[in-house]
Nanobody
């Protein structure tokens, strides 16, 4: 089991910004497609964003497109999610994960998961 550790969650007012980070030991991020997912209370885990290997093509859920940015620092082996213009509907536990193959929006295509970090957006 590869430990992924998310950080950066917290409480923010609507319209504000937060930046999440995901770090791991024993795993080189640049060799994996990676993604961010979120799970709100009482709801299923949903795709937020992903970044592919190679050309680092990014993909976003429609609900966050234009507001969130996924990126990674290969030298530091850290995955990021910059969240701007946050809305109360963005409130959830956010997870980072490594894909088993190509970048995907499908949860079961991801192998290793972090423990999650809570993001709460107040209205």
């Amino acid at each position: 089991q590869v430990p992924l550790v998310e950080s950066g969650g917290g409480l923010v007012q609507a319209g504000g910004s937060l930046g999440l980070s995901c770090a791991a030991s024993g795993l080189t991020f640049s060799g994996y497609a990676m993604g961010w997912f979120r799970q709100a209370a009482g709801k299923e885990r949903e795709f937020v964003a992903s970044i592919a290997t190679g050309a680092e093509i990014t993909t976003y859920a429609d609900s966050v497109k234009g507001r969130f940015t996924i990126s990674r620092d290969k030298a530091k082996n850290i995955l990021y999610l910059q969240m701007n213009s946050l809305k109360p509907d963005d409130t959830a536990v956010y997870y980072c994960a490594t894909a088993t193959g190509l970048s995907s929006y499908i949860t079961r295509k991801y192998e290793y998961w972090g423990q999650g970090t809570q993001v709460t957006v107040s209205s």
